[in-house]
């Protein structure tokens, strides 16, 4: 379906064209005067020179021109020159009919579907889930979502932290404490066992653990990095010990990624690229874009234009060592054998910013991509604590994420039972619920490149700019549609019933929706969920006025009651739609 807006700036054009000025002039906007009129055009004011009038002389052309439009209902014009715009009740009405009746309530998919590979979620094997895995996975589940819905084709790969020192860490530190294990036997030729020696819980202990001591005991930490070596060259009992790490720790991922209603396509980690490393680091030597530099191989990323220093892109450590961007470049090259992305990008902490545009720039240089490739980097911004600083435990240290969400869930749980009589299990479930569109309404409705405050009071809060308020919204309207069941309506019936406004809030409920198209494409060019945030904001709000000023179930024009409720149903499907593409979900009652 055509935008709104569009449809009027049309209807404007053919105005100016038929007054006998250029069609161009005729763009309209949202009013800046919502207290005067709806929309506005300026397109007099633009043409005072061309035309050598004054604006308000145009003005009055083409307002003569409208005066039987059945877009406006008023094209009034002003001192100096302004068109006030008024639509015709019908005008909206229809419009809005036309969109209950379109699959995607008046958007279009796009024209150029593209296959997009979208990097996000990035946790690191055996390491918790801190807060800052929680924005990539927060935004670029939605950015998924969105980019989906708009009718792109889209991969979302986790990529797993799961070959770098770390894991050197860890079995070096489990070697230590276990010995007589047979992993660590390398004339062990029998199977190794199918349990894993260690459980979650010790995993998790054990990495913080190994990484202390290694910063505070040199020999230790060249133990472990010949555990790393071990481990990348492939010697067997590492491999098997290794499986085990990963299998543990994707199982208690996975359970953790379910519970924030995030899920990946691909649960690809940077070791699926291993064995490609040594072909790309031909590749890249052979085409003379790698050379040797203080023993480390390296590619020259800099660029003339350059008004910071970019650093040589290092493919190999002097010890012949991958990094994490050789792995990165790697799982490119991957990506463009198998799932040949026309975009990739990337949901990462903007700190890395600088580290994407050498990888990239790398990646172009060394024709690891095709030249019409897109990647893209989404940086976004920290979650700080309410006295600005990157959010911490009470006791100083890292957030993790579970316990985070844990602190959302209890405060949601303890509103909820002050507000209503309910069971436990009950309340415990709706906390669930509604305690994850508030943690990801309160991420999501910031620019994602903003650092933002993470205020649990606030974002649980049932009024303002939250997720439980929209909640809140959505369950109303879920209540009056049960009760005009209850006594003896059918919901479905009258569906399709959708008639003109007649007051000036439902109008306005009416305009609000019809910014549903506008406002998903936005959100999908700009890779911007929070401008669905925005829509769905400012949808509730008209909303819940309509709300305050009908009394909806109380009328007795019947064919009114179901337009009201026809109307309603349709509010409900686009807030619940708006927010399955942030991620979150609604609840029957809270
Ligand atoms: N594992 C990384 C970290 O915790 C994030 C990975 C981001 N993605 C990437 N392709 N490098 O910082």
Request: hydrophobic share 40%.
């Amino acid at each position: 379906m055509k935008k709104i807006l569009d449809l009027i700036s049309d209807e404007m054009k053919n105005a100016f064209e038929q007054a006998g000025y250029a069609r161009e002039l005729g763009k309209v906007t949202l009013s800046n005067r919502p207290d005067l009129c709806e929309y506005q055009c300026n397109g007099a004011m633009a043409g005072a020179k061309q035309y050598k009038k004054a604006p308000i002389m145009i003005a009055n052309d083409v307002a003569a021109k409208l005066s039987d439009s059945k877009v406006f209902e008023a094209a009034e014009a002003v001192a100096p020159g302004f068109l006030n715009l008024t639509l015709q009740p019908e005008f909206v009405g229809g419009y809005i009919r036309n969109m209950r009746a379109d699959k995607k309530y008046g958007l279009e998919e796009t024209k150029n579907p593209a296959k997009i590979v979208i990097d996000y979620g990035g946790p690191n094997v055996a390491k918790p889930l801190h807060v800052g895995h929680l924005r990539s996975a927060i935004i670029g589940e939605s950015v998924k979502r969105i980019t989906r819905y708009m009718g792109h084709n889209v991969v979302g790969d986790i990529h797993l932290g799961d070959w770098g020192q770390p894991m050197g860490l860890i079995m070096n530190e489990l070697k230590a404490r276990k010995p007589e294990l047979v992993y660590f036997d390398e004339d062990y030729t029998g199977e190794y066992p199918s349990e894993p020696p260690f459980t979650i819980a010790e995993l998790e202990e054990i990495y913080p653990f190994a990484s202390r001591r290694s910063k505070e005991d040199e020999a230790y930490k060249e133990d472990a990095m010949a555990c790393t070596y071990k481990l990348q060259s492939g010697v067997r009992g590492y491999r098997a010990l290794w499986d085990h790490i990963i299998a543990v720790s994707v199982a208690d991922l996975k359970k953790n990624y379910e519970k924030l209603n995030v899920d990946f396509d691909l649960w690809n980690g940077e070791s699926a690229v291993h064995d490609r490393i040594p072909q790309m680091v031909e590749a890249m030597k052979a085409g003379g874009y790698a050379y040797v530099s203080e023993g480390a191989l390296v590619v020259d990323v800099k660029e003339d234009t350059d008004t910071k220093e970019v650093p040589p892109c290092m493919i190999l450590k002097s010890d012949g060592a991958a990094l994490y961007n050789t792995t990165d470049l790697a799982t490119i090259m991957m990506r463009m054998e198998i799932e040949r992305p026309d975009r990739i990008l990337y949901v990462v902490d903007k700190r890395q910013e600088l580290y994407f545009e050498q990888v990239f720039r790398c990646a172009r240089k060394t024709k690891l991509v095709r030249e019409d490739t897109e990647l893209k980097f989404l940086g976004f911004g920290t979650m700080n604590g309410k006295d600005g600083k990157p959010f911490k435990t009470r006791e100083g240290g890292v957030m993790r994420l579970e316990n985070l969400i844990r602190e959302i869930n209890d405060e949601m749980f303890h509103k909820i039972k002050e507000s209503r009589e309910t069971t436990d299990e009950e309340a415990a479930v709706t906390a669930q619920v509604v305690g994850l569109a508030a943690l990801k309404y309160g991420d999501l409705s910031n620019q994602a490149s903003k650092d933002y405050i993470f205020d649990i009071d606030r974002f649980t809060s049932s009024e303002g700019d939250t997720g439980p308020y929209i909640l809140y919204t959505i369950v109303r309207i879920k209540s009056i549609l049960a009760k005009y069941m209850e006594n003896g309506g059918d919901v479905q019936a009258v569906q399709n019933e959708i008639k003109a406004p007649v007051s000036d809030s439902e109008k306005q409920l009416m305009l609000a929706l019809a910014k549903y198209n506008a406002s998903v494409e936005a959100a999908c060019e700009e890779y911007a969920p929070h401008k669905i945030c925005a829509y769905i904001y400012d949808l509730a709000n008209a909303f819940n006025h309509f709300y305050h000023e009908t009394k909806i179930l109380a009328e007795e024009d019947e064919a009114k009651k179901a337009g009201w409720i026809a109307l309603l149903v349709l509010t409900r499907d686009v807030l619940e739609t708006s927010i399955d593409l942030l991620g979150f979900s609604a609840p029957e009652r809270m």
